[in-house]
C-alpha cells in the first residue's frame, strides 16, 4: 500500500532530447508527488512536486504529468542537457505525516 | 541556506562494532530523518525525529537505533554492525511549517562494513 514504483532504473538520452521518467504509486491517500534530484556525490534535493488535483505542472524544462485514474505520474525534463545527468527519484506523501516514500530511483545519463 | 551535515564522507567498520553516525543541521529544523539508499532500491526510511527525545520507528529500523538529545543534532547507532548494513546513510531534516515533501539531505556517509 506504501509503494511507489519507478521505471526506467537506468536511461540514456541525446543532448536536446526528451528525458521521460515514469512513476506509480498504490496508496491513494498521497496527497503530493515530489520530484527529487541527486548528483554524485550530493544528498538528493528537491525538484518540482504536484497535487493530484493538478493534471500537469512545469518549471523551466521539468514538467510533471499526473494521471489520477490510473494512479501513474511523470517527470518529463525537454532539451535535455549533460547537467541533468542525475539519480531521479519519485516520491509520495502524506501531508503532516512527515514521512516520504520513494521510488527505487533512475540513474539518467545525457550524452553530449 | 540550509546546511545538513554528516560526519564522515566514508567509513569503514569491522562486523560486531558500534557504528555511530552523526548528523547536524544548521535551520532550526524540527523535524530529522535516516533513510539508506540501496541501488535499485531508493531511499528507504530507518528512523526519525520530529522534536528532541522523540523518535518514531520508519520502514527498516531494525539492526538500528537512534538518538535526539538536542534539536539540530541526529545520531543514528548500529549496535552491532553487520555486512548486509553496507550502505549509503543520508540524513535530512524538514521543518514543521513546510509541506511535508520539502526535506533537506546531507551529502551522505558511505559505510562499508566488512
Known amino acids: 500500500q506504501q509503494q511507489v514504483k519507478q521505471s526506467p532504473q537506468s536511461l540514456i538520452v541525446q543532448k536536446g532530447g526528451i528525458s521521460i521518467i515514469n512513476c506509480a504509486y498504490e496508496?491513494?491517500?498521497?496527497?503530493?508527488f515530489p520530484w527529487y534530484q541527486q548528483f554524485p556525490g550530493k544528498g538528493p534535493a528537491l525538484l518540482i512536486a504536484i497535487r493530484p488535483d493538478v493534471s500537469e505542472k512545469k518549471e523551466g524544462r521539468f514538467t510533471i504529468s499526473f494521471n489520477k485514474s490510473a494512479k501513474q505520474f511523470s517527470l518529463h525534463i525537454m532539451d535535455s542537457q549533460p547537467g541533468d545527468s542525475a539519480t531521479y527519484f519519485c516520491a509520495g506523501t502524506i501531508q503532516g505525516a512527515q514521512k516520504l516514500v520513494f521510488g527505487q530511483g533512475t540513474r539518467l545519463t545525457i550524452n553530449p | 541556506d540550509v546546511k545538513v551535515t554528516q560526519s564522515s564522507r566514508y567509513l569503514v567498520k569491522r562486523t560486531g562494532e558500534k557504528v555511530f553516525l552523526e548528523c547536524v543541521q544548521d535551520?532550526?529544523?524540527?523535524?530529522m530523518f535516516w533513510y539508506r539508499q540501496d541501488p535499485g532500491l531508493g531511499l528507504r526510511l530507518i528512523y526519525f525525529?520530529?522534536?528532541?527525545?522523540?523518535?518514531e520507528k520508519g520502514d527498516i529500523p531494525e539492526g538500528y537505533s537512534v538518538s535526539r538529545e538536542k534539536k539540530e543534532r541526529f545520531s543514528l547507532i548500529l549496535e552491532s554492525a553487520s555486512t548486509n548494513q553496507t550502505s549509503m546513510y543520508l540524513c535530512?531534516?524538514?521543518?514543521?511549517?513546510?509541506?511535508?515533501?520539502?526535506?533537506?539531505f546531507g551529502p551522505g556517509t558511505r559505510l562499508t562494513v566488512t
Open positions: 525525529s520530529y522534536d528532541v527525545k522523540m523518535k
Open positions: 496508496n491513494t491517500a498521497f496527497d503530493y
Open positions: 535551520m532550526d529544523h524540527e523535524n
Open positions: 535530512a531534516s524538514s521543518l514543521s511549517g513546510l509541506p511535508t515533501y520539502e526535506q533537506y
